[in-house]
């Protein structure tokens, strides 16, 4: 099977970081190329951010951490990549983007939810491993 391209869901969590080397490992290995995806998520951060909130400052904040910061291991590898920074849930996200490929690989950190988070949040892992028919790789978080 000749992969066509590894999608990497990245969003600067330790275990995205882990799954960030992982991915650029991969890359090098197979000479194929990656797409690194940020789901910036607006209405997510309510709570999390101090009013008034500039939606737009922590849009670019995203960015600049997603192309200068969290890629920095495919960097460093030397490996194809292109850095995309979208709206939208994170697993729909990566489920549109591995849709749109021939014969991807998908690889995410996973968050470790708690019991109370993983019912009321639902989890992009359980997600991605129920819907997507190519090889997906979970790096724990621990």
């Not at 939606?55 to 951490?65: K, T, V």
């Not at 920095?72 to 990549?81: I, N, S, T």
């Not at 979208?86 to 470790?112: F, K, N, Y």
């Amino acid at each position: 099977m000749t992969i066509s391209r590894i999608i990497l869901g990245v969003d600067g969590s330790p275990s995205s970081s882990r799954g960030t080397i992982h991915a650029a490992e991969l890359a090098a290995g197979l000479g194929c190329p990656v797409l690194a995806l940020h789901c910036f998520e607006p209405l997510s951060l309510l709570g999390k951010v101090a009013p008034p909130v500039d939606f737009l400052a922590l849009r670019y904040q995203a960015e600049r951490l997603l192309r200068e910061e969290w890629t920095q291991p495919l960097v460093d590898a030397g490996v194809e990549f292109e850095a995309r920074l979208l709206e939208g849930t994170p697993a729909q996200v990566l489920l549109d983007a591995a849709a749109a490929e021939v014969s991807p690989v998908v690889v995410v950190g996973s968050r470790g939810l708690n019991a109370v988070q993983e019912i009321l949040l639902g989890s992009t892992t359980e997600r991605l491993l129920s819907r997507l028919t190519c090889p997906v790789t979970v790096i724990p978080s621990s």
